[in-house]
Nanobody, 115 residues
Framework: QVQLVESGGGLVQAGGSLRLSCAAS????????MAWYRQAPGKQRELVAD???????NYADSVKGRFTISRDNAKKLVYLQMNSLKPEDTAVYYC?????????WGQGTQVTVSS
């Protein structure tokens, strides 16, 4: 059974940076896509960025140029470096793994950006 555990959330001032990490355990299988989603209060969950096991990357327009997703396949880790944070980035951030057999989610980590 795959488990995903996020870490690195917190409170930061606008313009600041945070780095989120997601550690996967279990047999994740390849190919796969690992992604970060976020959900703000009263809003739908949205894709922030994803990265395939082959290294292809996709970003939401709202974070392009500010966020960077990366992964370490050997360690089964995925990261989200978030720079130039804005109050509208405030949300619970979730790690997701899709290995085309099943879809897995972490428990989420809160990111709060104060103005």
């Amino acid at each position: 059974q795959v488990q995903l555990v996020e870490s690195g959330g917190g409170l930061v001032q606008a313009g600041g940076s945070l780095r989120l990490s997601c550690a996967a355990s279990g047999s994740i299988f390849s190919p796969n896509i690992m992604a970060w989603y976020r959900q703000a209060p009263g809003k739908q969950r949205e894709l922030v960025a994803d990265i395939t096991s082959g290294g292809s990357i996709n970003y939401a327009d709202s974070v392009k140029g500010r966020f960077t997703i990366s992964r370490d396949n050997a360690k089964k880790l995925v990261y989200l470096q978030m720079n130039s944070l804005k109050p509208e980035d405030t949300a619970v951030y979730y790690c997701n793994l899709d290995n085309f057999r099943a879809d897995y989610w972490g428990q989420g980590t809160q990111v709060t950006v104060s103005s």
